[in-house]
C-alpha cells in the first residue's frame, strides 16, 4: 500500500504553498513546523523570513495566515508573541489520517525507502570458548534492533557477527588441550551448549595461567598457533571443535534474547585470513603504511600518546603476525567491494573509538572508502550496577549473560504470576520469558546508545514508569478491551464525530509513527522509538480514564473508540517488534 501522508506533512505543506503566496522569494523555505502545548502545531520559520526581508513578524505571520486555506485539514490559526503560528488541525483530518494508517495493517504508513542502499552492520561480537558476559548484551541488542529498523524501512540489511575465532589464544588452547586431553573429555555425554562452553570456558582461564607461567609452554603454544596458520590438519579439527562448540552457545544465548542469528552471518576473523597478506600488500605499496622497527604502520598526524610520540595503527607486528587492524581493514575490503555495502555500521564500545577511527581513516587513504561509502561506528556506553560502577559480581568477576538473562526472566515470572488471573504455568513461564528479556531489551534501548546506564531489574520489571512491561500491560489492556467488545461491534472510523482532548492527543501522536521509525532508522537511534512508544502508552493510559469505550455515549463512538484502541494496540506491538520486544495477549 502507499505511504500515508501525515498531518505534519499537510500541514507543512499547506504552509509552505501560503508562504510563497505571499513571499515569492520564501519559495523553499522551511516554516519549521513542530508540535507544541499551545495548539496542535507551531510555525516558527517565519521570524528567520521576516529578517532576512526586513519585514515585521508578526505582520508577516498574518499575511501567511491570510492565505491558508482552513476547512479539510486546518481549522484554525493564530499569530501569536513575535510572529509564531499556532495551528489547530480539525477533528475529522486526524481521524481520517488514522484511518488511512489503519487500512495498512503491515506497515501502519510507514514509507519504504525510494532509494534503498546496503548496510553491514557489525554487531554481537562473541569470542569462540569464551563466555559470554554483561559486556555483550548492549551490542547484541542495539544491533539488532537498528537492523530491523533498518530493514524496516526498504535497506538492504546484511549482518556480520565478526566473532573472536582466531590468533595466539587458540595456538595456546589447543596446545593446552593437546597435553591435557581428559580436560574436555564430555563427547559421550548429554552436555548443553551452556555447559560445553563453561568447560571450555575454563580451559582457555587454565590455558592462560600456564601461558603466562611457563615459558617452555608459551613457545609449544606459539609453534601450535603458525601450526594453525599453516593449516595444520589435526591442529585445524581441534580448532574447529572449538568454534563448533562455541557456535551452539552463542545460539542458545542469542535464541535466550529472542533473536534471530542465522549461520551465515557468522564470518569470525578467521573469514578474512586470505586476505590480510594482499591487505598489507596494498597498503604498503600505495605508502599509506610503512615499515617501523619491522612492523607495519600507519602513522597519523594528530594521534599521540602520553609522552607526544605518533601513536599507529600497526597492521602487520614485527614477527610476521597480524593484527586486529589487519583483519578489520581485509573486512572492510570483502564488504565494500564484495558485498557492495554503501554504509558500514560498527556496533561496538565506546572505548574502541580510537581503533576504529584510525582503521576508517586509513581505509580512506587506500581508497577503499570512498565518498559514497560511509563507515559508523555506533559506539555504546557500560553497563554499571546499581552503585554507579561497573556491574560486577560480588566476587568482582564479570557477570555472565546467561545468568543475568535467567535472572531477569524469573523475577518477571514472579510479576506474572502476581498479576495472572487464568494463566497456566505454561503460559506464566512463556509470559515471564517475554516479559523479562523484553525488560532487559528495553532499558537498553530507552537509553541513548553513547550514555552508560544502571542495571536496576527492580526498577526494569515495574509496572510503573518507563518499562517494557508497563507498554506490554498497556498493549495487553486494549487487546482485552478488544476482546470483551460485544458480538457485532467492529472498530470502524468515523470521521464525523468531534474528539475529547484525549483522543485528538492520542490520535495526533498515533500519526506521527512513521516520522519516528524513519528518524530513528536514519540517526540509528532506537531510543527516539523507545521515547515515542512510552509516550503513546502514557496517552493511551489517559484516554482510557478520560473517555469510556465500551459505554461511549453512542454506537458510533464505541466503534470510533475501539478503533482508536485497535490501532493503537497496532502501533504499539509493530513498534516494540522493531525493538525486538514481545507484546503477549495477555499478562
Known sequence: MASVTSLTDSVQQQLATALTATRPEAAGADPLLRRSDRADFQANGILALAKKAKANPRELAAEVVAHLVT?????????????????????????????????????????????????????????????????????????????????????????????????????????????????????????????AMSNLDRLYKAARKLFDSDEEFKTRARRRVVDLQAGDPDTLAMWQRFVDESKIYFFSVFEKLDMEIQDADIVGESGYNDMLTETCRLLEESGVAVRSEGALCVFFDDIKGPDGKPVPLIVQKSDGGFGYAATDLSAIRDRVFHLKADTLLYVVDARQALHFRMVFETARRAGWLSDGVKAVQLAFGTVLGKDGKPFKTREGETVRLVDL???????????????????????????????????????????????????????????????????????????????????????????????????????????????????????????????????????????????????????????????????????????????????????
Open 405 to 587: 538473562l535467567d535472572e531477569a526472566i524469573e523475577r518477571a515470572s514472579a510479576v506474572v504470576r502476581e498479576k495472572a488471573q487464568d494463566l497456566s504455568e505454561e503460559e506464566i513461564a512463556e509470559r515471564g520469558a517475554q516479559v523479562g528479556i523484553g525488560a532487559v531489551k528495553y532499558a537498553d534501548l530507552s537509553t541513548s546508545a553513547n550514555r552508560d546506564y544502571k542495571f536496576d531489574l527492580d526498577q526494569m520489571v515495574s509496572l510503573n514508569g518507563d518499562t517494557s512491561v508497563y507498554l506490554q500491560y498497556a498493549y495487553a489492556r486494549i487487546r482485552s478491551i478488544l476482546r470483551k467488545a460485544p458480538e457485532g461491534v467492529r472498530p470502524a472510523a468515523r470521521p464525523e464525530l468531534a474528539l475529547h482532548a484525549a483522543e485528538r492527543a492520542l490520535g495526533l501522536h498515533v500519526d506521527a509513527f512513521a516520522e519516528v521509525v524513519a528518524e530513528a532508522a536514519r540517526e540509528f537511534a532506537p531510543h527516539k522509538l523507545a521515547a515515542y512508544l512510552y509516550q503513546l502508552a502514557s496517552l493511551y493510559t489517559s484516554f482510557y480514564d478520560k473517555c469510556p469505550v465500551l459505554k461511549a455515549e453512542s454506537p458510533e463512538q464505541v466503534a470510533n473508540r475501539l478503533f482508536l484502541c485497535d490501532l493503537t494496540a497496532r502501533t504499539l506491538h509493530r513498534g516494540m517488534a522493531l525493538l525486538g520486544i514481545r507484546t503477549p495477549e495477555r499478562l
Open 71 to 195: 476547512g479539510d485539514v486546518i481549522q484554525d490559526v493564530e499569530v501569536s508573541g513575535p510572529g509564531f503560528l499556532n495551528i489547530t488541525v480539525t477533528d475529522g483530518a486526524i481521524t481520517r489520517n488514522l484511518a488511512a494508517r489503519y487500512a495498512d495493517a503491515e506497515r501502519l504508513g510507514v514509507p519504504l525507502a525510494e532509494r534503498p542502499g546496503t548496510t553491514v552492520i557489525d554487531y554481537a561480537q562473541p569470542n569462540v570458548a569464551k563466555e559470554m558476559h554483561v559486556g555483550h548484551l548492549r551490542s547484541a541488542v542495539i544491533g539488532d534492533s537498528v537492523a530491523q529498523l533498518l530493514e524496516f524501512t526498504g535497506e538492504n540489511v546484511v549482518r556480520r557477527h565478526h566473532i573472536g575465532d582466531w590468533g595466539t589464544q587458540f595456538g595456546m588452547l589447543i596446545q593446552y588441550l593437546d597435553e591435557h586431553p581428559h580436560e574436555l573429555d564430555h563427547e559421550d555425554a548429554q552436555v548443553s551448549g551452556e555447559e
